[in-house]
Structures are given as C-alpha cells and as structure tokens.
C-alpha cells in the first residue's frame, strides 16, 4: 500500500469501480483481499488504505475478468471442496458444492470396507478422488481424466495435500485396463448441447461441461462398461443433470444394477444416482 495523497487507488473506491462494473461486493472484498494479502476484516476497517500503482492495476485486471464471467476461483486459483483447499485453474471444471453428496454417499458405502479399492473416473482436479482418500485413508484410490493437462492440477493437488491417489490417463475405462473396484464414481460432463446454461460456461473446459448432444453420451458409455469393472456387490455412483435421474436410472437397470436409486443435492434436486452389481 501507499501513502495517502499520492493519487492511488483506495479500498472504497476500489469496490465503487467493482459495483460499477457489475462484480459482486463479496467477490471484489475476495479479490482485493488476495491482492493485497489482507482479511476481509480488515479491509471493511480501513476502506480509505490506498493500494500502490502495481496492485491496483491487477485489482482492476481481476475484476475486468470477473465482469467477463470468468469464475471467482480461476482468478483466485483455488476452490474449496468437502474440507479441502484446491488449487484450480482453466484446465479443470470448478468443482461445485452440489458434487459433495456424490462423496457423502461414497463414504457411507466405504464405512466399515478396511481396504475398498476405488476409482473416480473423469477426476478434473481431484476433488472427488482427493475428498473420499482424506475422509477414508485406507482406501486405494485411482483417478483418471483423458485431460493430460487436469491430471497435472490432481497430481499436484494431491502432492500439496500428502494424499496417496494414483493417476491414470484415458477416457472412461480405457484408463483402467481390466482393474476392477468397490467403487465407481463419475462427475461426468452431462449438460446437452444445446442448454442455455453453456453460454455462462464458456470460461471452464468444454470437455468436462458437456459430451455433446442429450447429455448422456458419457454417462451411457460409463454405465454400459462398468459390470466388467465392478467386483460383486460393488457400486456405481454417478452425478447427472437434475432432470436426468428418471434416464440414468434406466440405463442402471438396463444393465443389470440392482439396488437402484438418487440422491438429492443441497438445493434439493435429483443430484447423483448409483446402483449396485448383484
């Protein structure tokens, strides 16, 4: 920071220019707290500190992106998910709060199995793979992507983390070769080509968002391979659009998944669905 008077700058007038571009308050304290490596606290306390020259400049870069549509965690770089600080960039999809029930679930089907072998297939930045390995160490964890570039934010998420996960790159199950598991999870890219809802994606990988045309594309292709992978008695956790519980359901059944049925997420929509190989 620089002294008053010497025409940088100020906290308020900083969050005048972020108002003034349509940012949201709390995003722009956020954003100027990394900047300047201060609480948000402490900025509502002294909104007359001046930033220098150098940091105002960044600060108005970040909130131009921001006003863009850019996410709030690409810009700050990191994300909490299910207790864990990640780091995040455009490589990988954000990961949303919504996808924590798909881990609550896992864990509760994990209590008790001394050493469960599971993989997340489509791991992004590690959030699932990372969150289930915390919650329940003795659980041998596999994450794959075909995104070279996400596996590189999940190796390095897992390295910052002292989390034992193994990598694998593929797509679906041509990363596990004839391995099989306890337990499958997948947040798969499952919103139709045509949604409205892309147009305000366009910042995050268009790969892990959507699998073109209804949807289900990806969650028909982990769902058609998945007995081959499954031990007896084991699951298949999946997290689909809230309007395509009734769909996956039937392709669990269709191919021979007993036990069928979905959770809900924390807005209460049909979030995950799973079932389990008799």
Known sequence: ???????????ARALQEARA??????????LLGDVLSCPR??????????LSPEQGSRLR?????????????????????????????????????????LVDWALELLAGMAQPSVVDLGTGSGAIALAVKRAHPAAAVLATDVSSAALEVAKSNA??????????????????????????????PYIAAGDEHLAALTHEPALALTPGGDGLGALRSIVAGAQ????????????????????????????????VQTRRDIAGQPRCSGGNRS
């Open 228 to 259: 081959a992978h499954l031990e007896p008695g084991g699951w298949l956790l999946l997290e689909h659009g809230f309007d395509q519980a009734d769909a996956v359901q039937a392709l669990l059944r269709e191919h021979g998944f007993a036990a």
């Open 41 to 50: 606290t402490w900025l509502l306390a002294h909104d007359d500190a001046e």
């Open 61 to 101: 870069a970040c909130f131009a992106r921001r006003a863009s549509g850019e996410p709030l965690a690409y810009l700050l770089g990191e994300k909490e998910f299910h207790g864990l600080m990640l780091h995040v960039d455009s490589n990988v999809l954000v990961p949303r709060p919504d996808t924590e029930v």
């Open 159 to 188: 390295r910052r983390l002292a989390l034992d996960v193994e990598f694998a790159e593929g797509s679906w199950w041509q990363a596990v070769a004839d391995c099989r598991f306890q337990l499958v999870l997948s947040n798969p």
């Open 21 to 30: 571009l349509g940012v949201d308050r709390l995003d722009a304290l956020m």
């Open 1 to 11: 920071m620089t002294p008053a008077g010497s025409g940088a700058i100020s906290v």
